[in-house]
């Protein structure tokens, strides 16, 4: 077994322990709007559930050296997002979208993602996911240390959009939403087997 020191590390080793250990992650694909009115999306797979009573997840942004991204900015600016699972079928496009644009362009519109209103928040959502939730900001944490760090997000859902042809009764089918999970490097995980296990009462 080897035993690792992170504070001797440099970031980019902590990262890739992180990023090599903690798999598969769910990916989400996160719509904001700026101040001027431009979609941003981006994916982001340091994502997941806080909570299901109210139902919220969490969502951490990484400061690059060059400052805040635009999705971390915008989620300052007015509160509200929208998050997308990532799948099979779209995470081709999605992929592209983390391609470094400036402000003022859209990554959205760049790879010819389909813009869909959202019922509840301003920021639209895309028609290219089959689950989207509208989110709005709960609590914020700027973290940081000595290097540029990240920034924390917890958003509450306040509305569920579900394709009908993998919902029933409630429940969400995870081979027809086919979700990809991300892991290190440029590798991804596909829904592969999938087995039940009782919990202990």
Same mark, same amino acid.
């Not at 944490?141 to 579900?162: E, M, N, R, T, W």
């Given at each position: 077994?080897?035993? /690792?020191?992170?504070?001797?590390?440099? &970031?980019?080793?902590?990262?890739? !322990?992180?990023?090599?250990?903690?798999?598969?992650?769910?990916?989400?694909?996160?719509?904001?709007?700026?101040?001027?009115?431009?979609?941003?999306?981006?994916?982001? #797979?340091?994502?997941?559930?806080?909570?299901?009573?109210?139902?919220?997840?969490?969502?951490?942004? =990484?400061?690059?050296?060059? %400052?805040?991204?635009?999705?971390?900015?915008?989620?300052?600016?007015?509160?509200?997002?929208?998050?997308? /699972?990532?799948?099979?079928?779209?995470?081709?496009?999605?992929?592209?979208?983390?391609?470094?644009?400036?402000?003022? &362009? #859209?990554?959205? &519109?760049?790879?010819?993602?389909?813009?869909?209103?959202?019922?509840?928040?301003?920021?639209?959502?895309?028609? @290219?996911?089959?689950?989207?939730? @509208?989110?709005?900001?709960?609590?914020?944490?700027? !973290? %940081?240390?000595?290097?540029?760090?990240?920034? !924390?997000?917890?958003?509450?859902?306040? =509305?569920?959009?579900?394709?009908?042809?993998?919902?029933?009764?409630?429940? /969400?089918?995870?081979?027809?939403?086919?979700?990809?999970?991300? !892991?290190?490097?440029?590798?991804?995980?596909?829904? %592969? @087997? /999938?087995?039940?296990?009782?919990?202990?009462?």
């Amino acid at each position: 077994m080897i035993s /690792i020191d992170p504070e001797q590390n440099e &970031e980019r080793d902590n990262y890739k !322990l992180l990023v090599g250990s903690i798999i598969p992650r769910p990916i989400a694909f996160v719509t904001t709007q700026s101040a001027s009115g431009v979609v941003n999306g981006a994916p982001f #797979s340091y994502f997941n559930i806080v909570s299901s009573n109210p139902p919220m997840v969490s969502l951490a942004i =990484q400061r690059p050296a060059s %400052g805040m991204k635009d999705t971390a900015r915008n989620i300052y600016g007015n509160g509200e997002f929208v998050v997308h /699972i990532v799948d099979r079928d779209n995470v081709t496009n999605i992929n592209e979208t983390a391609a470094s644009l400036p402000p003022s &362009e #859209s990554e959205v &519109e760049m790879v010819g993602l389909t813009q869909v209103p959202s019922s509840i928040v301003s920021v639209p959502g895309i028609v @290219e996911s089959k689950i989207r939730m @509208e989110c709005r900001l709960v609590e914020s944490v700027a !973290l %940081g240390g000595d290097g540029p760090g990240s920034d !924390l997000f917890i958003g509450k859902i306040v =509305q569920f959009h579900i394709d009908e042809a993998i919902y029933e009764k409630g429940r /969400i089918d995870p081979k027809g939403l086919d979700a990809v999970s991300r !892991l290190a490097g440029t590798n991804y995980a596909a829904i %592969g @087997e /999938i087995f039940s296990m009782e919990r202990p009462k």
